[in-house]
């Protein structure tokens, strides 16, 4: 049973105003412009009076973007189960960065792809589907991506170091908000992060990016003229504050809150701070279903995101392979586009559920089952990593890292894997000292 009944899609009006633009040029027409103008204005006030239709009062009382509206709404919960950090952690956290790294890397160069499309280009190339190691070839490799990577630097032959994707990078201004603003960092000193740090973004994070750089307030950037606010963003940049409140669901929630407000709202924030609180609670379990479980204390319960999540919970005993996945995604989240949080939050809890102990299969079966596949199989790699630890990773995942992040970040073009990981783990005992 589908979610929504959305509107059917308006496709192709750009296309087609476009080309009877040019085609009336081509004729020799006169006020070609200033009908295409015309046509411009109208467009921008239909979308504003779309906008300001008025939401359903019910679920807007039940999915409020305050903070102490949040918490109150929240189930019971084990807000916090480490009050130090355990003899393990270092271990755990270099796994959660690691199986991280590696899962992204694996879904970068196919972000997107239907699941189709992947099969028949393993197929092409003889690669073995589901992957149990990186893409042999890239499409178009020649190609550069995000600036600083080209697409053949996520195959093994010329991989060296981890190639650039911006759910890393994200990761890592998480660690230098962290650094620079401490602990009780603010909204406002993410937003001015980003302006320093962030050369561009996507979606929700590209409309707030931009209404900073216009001087709109950081608690104001993300609601205006912003149609994504439900999308997957806020949630791929959660692993940070996982990664600094082990064992402390609360805590990282409430870091996740800070941290997504800047850009989403409603089920975006939940997104966040409900895989936030999943990573948290991944260094003090000994199984990632259980942190996926204690994910859910830390949102609004009946907000879309959690009843959603209690779903894909509830489904995945019977999902057996990406298969099963995609195609129950596809019927129950039919118009979804690719980056919504809703979908891709479902397929992460049964990328985790098909592959229990084996990593190889935890993000080969992610990343088969499309969508946003690079940043489902990175924050699967996030709690599989913090629950096992480094030694559970094969080492053909990781053999190529050659200890080297790439990132487009301004002025922070290479971060040291190892040095990342203290850096987090100091982040870690200072978090854990203030409280």
């Known amino acids: 049973m589908k979610l929504f009944d959305y509107v ?228 791929i940049r959660s692993d940070p504050w996982g990664y600094a409140a082990p064992g402390w669901p609360e805590k990282a929630a409430e870091f996740a809150w800070r941290d997504a407000t800047i850009s989403h709202r409603r089920n975006g924030i939940y997104s966040a701070m409900y895989f936030s609180a999943a990573i948290a609670a991944a260094f003090a379990v000994d199984d990632p279903m259980e942190a996926l479980q204690i994910g859910l204390e830390e949102i609004p319960a009946e907000s879309i995101t959690a009843r959603e999540i209690r779903w894909a919970l509830d489904k995945a005993p019977s999902i057996s392979g990406y298969k099963d996945a995609a195609a129950l995604c596809e019927e129950r989240y039919p118009g979804l586009w690719k980056s919504h949080s809703l979908q891709n939050n479902a397929l992460t809890v049964w990328g985790l559920a098909v592959g229990g102990d084996d990593y190889t299969k935890v993000i080969g079966e992610t990343v088969a089952m499309g969508q946003d596949n690079d940043c489902t199989a990175a924050t699967a790699g996030s709690i599989f ?17 050659n200890n080297t992040m790439h990132s487009y970040l301004n002025g922070k073009r290479t971060f040291a894997i190892d040095d990342t990981v203290d850096r987090f783990a100091a982040q870690a005992e200072r978090v854990m000292a203030e409280s």
């Open 8 to 235: 059917d899609d308006l496709e192709g009006w750009e296309l087609t105003i476009n080309r009877y633009a040019k085609q009336k040029v081509e004729f020799g027409a006169q006020g070609v412009a200033e009908k295409v103008a015309e046509i411009e204005a109208l467009l921008k006030q239909k979308v504003a009076e779309l906008d300001a239709l008025p939401n359903d009062p019910a679920l807007e009382q039940a999915e409020p973007d305050d903070l102490p509206s949040i918490l109150a709404l929240r189930p019971a919960g084990r807000r916090r189960m480490l009050t130090s950090l355990p003899d393990d952690f270092r271990d755990r956290l270099e796994g959660a960065w690691l199986a991280r790294c590696a899962g992204c890397t694996l879904g970068s160069i196919v972000e997107g792809w239907k699941v189709d499309r992947m099969e028949r280009w393993a197929a092409y190339i003889g690669d073995p589907f589901p992957l149990v190691d990186y893409w042999s070839q890239a499409e178009q490799p020649h190609e550069p991506r995000l600036k600083v990577s080209t697409r053949h630097d996520y195959t093994p032959a010329k991989m060296d170091g981890v190639p650039s994707d911006d759910d890393l990078n994200y990761t890592a201004l998480g660690l230098l908000i962290l650094e620079e603003y401490g602990p009780d960092f603010t909204v406002e000193d993410v937003g001015a992060a980003w302006v320093q740090y962030l050369p561009f973004a996507f979606t929700a994070e590209g409309v707030a990016l931009e209404n900073l750089r216009n001087g709109v307030p950081a608690l104001q950037a993300g609601a205006l003229n912003n149609p994504c606010l439900n999308f997957i963003g806020a949630d």
């Open 385 to 401: 990593g913090a629950v096992y630890g480094a030694s559970a990773i094969p080492e053909h995942w990781t053999r190529n890292f």
